[in-house]
């Protein structure tokens, strides 16, 4: 009986060299796995703040060009008021010779 649990024991020993090397690869592959995830993690939020930097920075162009565009009209409207006041005093100037 004794013999045979010897043998047993010999024979269980490539069992338990082969379950401590699959642990050991387990080990391995959950430490890859974390180091993957920790990664991804990064690159999304690098791809969140860059996205939020992009729209920033797309929002203060167009609040200066909406700003562009109102003083441009601005300008329209009192040059156009300036023509129409040259307008009257021409036209005064003809109907009232006087002046």
């Given at each position: ?22 642990v050991?690869?387990?080990e ?29 920075n ?5 609040q200066?060009?909406?700003e ?11 040059q156009?008021?300036r ?17």
């Amino acid at each position: 009986m004794r013999r045979f649990y010897y043998v047993l024991t010999l024979a269980a020993l490539p069992l338990v060299a082969a379950c401590e090397k699959s642990v050991s690869q387990a080990e391995r592959d959950l430490e890859r796995t974390k180091q993957n995830a920790a990664e991804h993690v990064r690159d999304e939020q690098r791809d969140v703040t860059d996205a939020a930097r992009n729209a920033d920075n797309k929002i203060t162009k167009e609040q200066r060009d909406v700003e562009d565009t109102a003083k441009a009209e601005a300008d329209k409207i009192r040059q156009r008021e300036r023509e129409l006041e040259d307008a009257r005093k021409a036209e005064a100037r003809r109907t009232d010779p006087n002046r």
